[in-house]
């Protein structure tokens, strides 16, 4: 079994106001995206890089709900901690609240709305998790640069020089994406840093921290890979509609976590069986089952 030297973080917080009336009364990342509760998309990220110890953060209303749903992920042969982030004061926030769970290992950070999809995503997210030293971002292409925090590389397209939100006349059309990789450097840079404008401690910042100390790692999501932040209702259409063509023509299913931790070695064939039956009337635990017999049958 693969296992990784770092930990995970989901940050699932925030009160999801441009999704509004939906998430006036439940967390934006327990929405559905087709056929599984939003948050699935990211634990699944990080279990493909071997991670299996996960805090999940969010708000003290919306915990008792991830509580109920992830339990203590020992079925997926993982552990789930969870904390509270009462108020929106930044992403590196994460790493001061999760400071007693990280410890001494390093953590990767992943944003509760952000969903990825394609063999490169195992690939880039296994390289991260084999380094020790500095920290990894991932940046995928748009075609809308303007809007996204933009890595700018050297004349040889190799390395990052800078990374910039927003910028009016982007150097290059690689948006950084929610999901980051860090030594255990993190928690202090974090506790270092200062407020933002908007009162918030920003992860551009610590990203730059490690960019001027020539740390920072840029893994290119190419073509072949999809990146979607479910912030908005379409967004959040979008996505269902990309997982549900996906499924349908493949008959494999994207971010199912049984799946994941069965192919990972977390579980073995009887524990994946247990948490097939339960599910079986939607017809997701009739995919784990089949994914048993497929197996079975040498296919």
């Known amino acids: 079994m693969l296992k990784s030297k770092y930990k995970g973080i989901i940050l699932a917080g925030g009160r ?28 699944s990220t990080l279990m493909l890089a071997g991670i299996t110890e996960v ?73 991260a998790g084999e380094r020790r030293e500095g920290a990894t971002v991932f940046a995928c292409t748009v075609s809308d640069p303007e809007r996204y925090g933009i890595v700018e590389f050297d004349a040889e397209d190799v390395n990052p020089v800078s990374i910039v939100e927003k910028p009016k006349h982007p150097k290059s059309n690689y948006a950084v994406t929610g999901l980051y990789f860090y030594d255990n450097d993190v928690i202090e840079i974090s506790k270092g840093i200062k407020p933002s404008a908007r009162g918030e401690l920003e992860i551009t910042t610590v990203n730059e921290v490690y960019l001027q100390a020539g740390k920072l790692n840029v893994e290119r999501l190419g073509r072949g890979n999809a990146w979607f932040d479910t912030g908005t209702h379409d967004s959040l259409l979008e996505s269902s509609q990309f997982v549900q063509t996906i499924e349908k023509r493949q008959g494999q299913k994207i971010a199912c976590i049984e799946e994941i931790a069965w192919r990972m070695g977390f579980i073995d064939d009887e524990q994946l069986e247990q948490l097939a039956h339960p599910l079986v009337a939607s017809g997701y635990g009739k995919y784990l089952l089949g994914l048993l017999h497929n197996r079975q049958s040498g296919h």
């Open 55 to 127: 805090l999940i953060i969010s708000t003290p209303s919306a915990l008792p709900l991830y509580q109920e749903l992830l339990r203590t992920g020992e079925d997926l042969g993982m552990r789930f901690e969870y904390a509270i982030q009462a108020e929106a004061r930044g992403l590196a926030e994460a790493f001061i609240i999760g400071e007693r769970f990280i410890g001494s290992s390093n953590a990767a950070l992943a944003l509760g709305d952000n969903i990825f999809y394609g063999t490169g995503v195992g690939d880039s997210v296994r390289r």
């Open 16 to 43: 999801g106001t441009r999704l509004y009336p939906a998430t006036l009364s439940i967390s934006k990342q327990l929405l559905p995206v087709y056929d599984k509760p939003m948050v699935y998309y990211p634990l």
